[in-house]
């Protein structure tokens, strides 16, 4: 008989939680941060690497993937972890936020989005049904709804409007997906920054029922104050016993500040995007390699970190060949950064295990606000 993916919870401290996810592909602990490989890959890393880290989980993009190489020849190859050789769960998103984003190149309706590829211009259609089919393609272990992803700022009628269709589109999302032993498939809350969408979101999604549940529609412009402002209360409506998840976050005092409000998992492109621009995350703050600063700096970026950039390699030769534009550069400060974010979710989980959380929040802050901080 196939394994059923399902959540247990482990410990609670405050609202913080640890669990873990299991799924036939092996275990999830979270909270857990999922690096992003966008098109099949997770830029400027090898699958081996990724794992290296600490990562359980990789998050793949049904729009990307749907244009180019499509889901049905990497299903005819296999399937996405066979593909793009990640053996670990993968969870994909539905493909609705990177469509909303296409302005002037989409046309919404009831039925879904019709759309321009922003490669060719040729002329798609996705709907819940069709993302459901893409994602099943790709053999995608954890499966996200197809939602529209309300932008900000919105109007209190038209975030009504957006959550409604995208409570439709839920529940088209859960027929179609159908019952599938081994996979799972998350609602996403919308509901903008109001607070009964938020509960009317919630509700319905609980009425459809799903495997586990998303905290859509943030992290799009509306600042870290007015997120937190949502997440002292969205999670709280959505099932205890399913994971949480907020899509689409963040930087590291976000992720703390998540963790503490009860999200079990995040994702965000800025650790890698951030290692390809000279950026790098540190427990002191944020160091931007190509300052002239670290010309001749010998220390690693971090001493208390133990991936091959600093254990290996000094400030000063990540700043030149950074600034040398060899390909290392990204390549190195990409893999310190998703080190550094997993030893984050794992220095939260033993603090939520040992009852200290507060206690790791008021010490994360503080670090960071002695010294290391550079311009962003």
Not at 30 to 45: D, H, L
Not at 85 to 110: C, H, Y
Not at 208 to 224: H, M, N, R, T
């Amino acid at each position: 008989m196939t394994q059923m993916i399902r959540f247990e919870r482990l410990a609670q401290d405050g609202k913080a939680r640890l669990g873990v996810i299991r799924t036939p592909r092996g275990d999830i602990t979270t909270p857990a941060f999922m690096p992003v490989g966008t098109a099949a890959t997770v830029k400027a890393m090898l699958p081996e690497s990724v794992a290296e880290t600490g990562a359980d989980i990789l998050l793949g993009n049904t729009y990307h993937l749907m244009l180019r190489p499509t889901a049905e020849r990497i299903d005819r190859l296999g399937g996405l972890h066979e593909f793009m050789n990640w053996q670990k769960p993968i969870l994909t998103d539905s493909g609705g936020f990177q469509v909303m984003s296409l302005a002037g190149l989409r046309k919404l309706t009831e039925q879904g989005v019709t759309f321009k590829s922003h490669i060719d211009g040729s002329k798609h259609e996705l709907t819940p049904e069709r993302s459901m089919e893409i994602q099943k393609l790709l053999g995608s272990d954890i499966v996200m709804c197809f939602d529209e992803c309300t932008p900000h700022p919105a109007t209190e009628a038209q975030a009504l409007e957006s959550m409604r269709l995208s409570m439709r589109w839920a529940a088209r999302s859960r027929e179609a997906f159908g019952e599938r032993p081994g996979h799972a498939l998350f609602g996403i809350q919308q509901g903008s920054v109001f607070r009964e969408q938020r509960a009317e979101s919630a509700e319905k999604l609980r009425e459809i029922g799903f495997d586990g549940y998303a905290v859509g529609g943030l992290a799009v412009g509306e600042g870290q104050d007015a997120m937190f402002e949502v997440l002292d209360y969205a999670p709280d409506m959505l099932p205890e016993d399913r994971p949480r998840y907020l899509m689409g976050v963040g930087k590291p005092d976000d992720i703390v500040g998540a963790v503490k409000r009860g999200i079990d998992m995040m994702d965000c492109v800025l650790p890698t995007r951030s290692g390809r621009t000279g950026q790098a995350f540190t427990r002191r703050g944020v160091v931007n390699i190509r300052n002239a600063r670290h010309a001749e700096d010998p220390r690693p970026l971090d001493e208390e970190c133990t991936c091959p950039a600093c254990r290996n390699y000094s400030r000063a030769y990540l700043h030149h060949v950074e600034r040398a534009r060899e390909m290392i550069g990204p390549m190195l400060l990409s893999w310190h950064n998703l080190h550094y974010y997993q030893d984050l979710m794992a220095m939260m989980r033993a603090a939520i295990a040992q009852g200290e959380f507060a206690a790791f929040e008021a010490g994360f802050h503080a670090t960071r606000a002695e010294g290391d901080i550079e311009p962003y």
